[in-house]
């Protein structure tokens, strides 16, 4: 997967843009991400909001992955490659 960032909320917070074109079913990424013990906070179809690796992430129906907080910009894409594969073998 390709991806570009943008830095949020400051700097504090980066998102990971997929150059993919993705349809994500956020609620059933949230039903599996709780599954894998992250505490979800919102999910609906537009959105998914929950707690990993010490961060709140949001995962975008388009596939787009904000993490905060986080500044390190290989990270971000890393932590998004690795969660949008995850999900791709989880997710019907």
């Not at 690796?53 to 388009?62: A, F, I, P």
């Amino acid at each position: 997967m390709k991806f570009t960032t943008a830095r949020l909320c400051g700097g504090k917070a980066l998102m990971a843009i997929s150059s993919d074109e993705l349809s994500i079913d956020t609620e059933a990424a949230a039903r599996y991400m709780e599954s894998q013990g992250c505490a979800v906070t919102q999910a609906d179809d537009m959105m998914a909001v929950f707690q990993w690796n010490g961060m709140e992430v949001t995962l975008y129906r388009q596939g787009k992955v904000m993490f905060f907080p986080l500044e390190d910009k290989a990270l971000c894409i890393r932590y998004a490659t690795e969660m949008l594969e995850s999900l791709e073998h989880a997710l019907p």
